[in-house]
């Protein structure tokens, strides 16, 4: 059951006389450089999430996300091991770690492109949704905080002691990233024949597909064949910026959208872990 969350703090509104549109971004590599898992590690050690031995691996983890990413096969793995690596987690800390240290450890991993392009979508009367695969818990206050009208997450099912159970109860991947993003045009009159998407990873060709404005960030190799053969614009975005400098004006003036876009690489810091994992169980790895 697809539930998309609303930021009600959006100021943005599209004039009535106009189809409504949309730009859909993946998060990692699209939006961040690197996988926040790196990142993100060390806080969620000290808050006693994970182990010592699984901090000390995150740098090969690091290494070989960026080298090329997981497919089908490892995001399936990575979801068994999402349940059981999640389970007995207190959401409340979660949501407590990411927010003490998110703009100190994200601020240097934005893309100053990407930051941009959300500003200028949003310029243009567009709606920004996030459409993820991390889980609600992160993506919705980043969602907030980036300024997107709308997200799209995995969530996991939260027992009544306020910890997640282990089960999923939405999975925001592949094929179910178009089901919602259709489902999102049939609720919100979007045309999608006007929207844009931008991913990083071939594993989101079905969102890719859905819009009439694909767009390939820093693509995998399979997606960068596939946009080659398709026609569709590839974007190299390498110039991650602290975000202190930006509203200092080294790189561009203030901008409201800024501040949130810090946030952004925290949605990724759970399903960076358990990729990891899938990549060491796996015989090729």
Known sequence: MLMVVENPSSRHSAPHSMPRTAAFFDLDKT????????????SFYQGGLINRRAVLRTAYAQFVFLAGGADHDQMERMREYLSALCRGWNVQLVK???????????DPIIYDEAASL?????????????????????????????????VVAT??????????????????????????????AGSEGYDLSRCYAYSDSATDLPMLEAVGHPHAVN?????????????????????????????????????????????????????GLVWYASRRRSPAA
Not at 31 to 42: C, D, H
Not at 97 to 105: K, N, P, R, S, Y
Not at 122 to 141: K, L, N, Q
Not at 227 to 239: G, K, S, V, Y
């Open 31 to 42: 939006v961040i450089a690197k996988s926040s898992t790196l990142t993100f590690s060390k």
């Open 96 to 106: 407590e770690l990411v927010a003490e240290t998110l703009h100190d450890l994200i």
């Open 118 to 150: 959300i500003e200028e979508h949003h310029t243009a009367g567009r709606d920004v949704v996030i459409v993820s695969t991390s889980g609600a818990e992160v993506v919705e206050p980043i969602g907030e905080l980036l300024g997107a009208d709308r």
């Open 155 to 184: 969530r996991m099912i939260v027992g009544d002691d306020g910890c997640f159970t282990g089960e999923v109860e939405y999975y925001a991947y592949g094929p179910t990233k178009a089901e919602a993003i259709r489902e999102l």
């Open 219 to 271: 693509p995998d190799r399979a997606l960068r064949r596939e946009a080659l053969a398709r026609e569709w614009p590839i974007l190299d975005f390498h110039r991650p910026v602290r975000l202190k400098q930006r509203l200092g004006g080294i790189s561009v003036p203030p901008r409201p959208a800024l501040l949130a876009a810090a946030a952004i690489g925290a949605a990724a810091a759970t399903a």
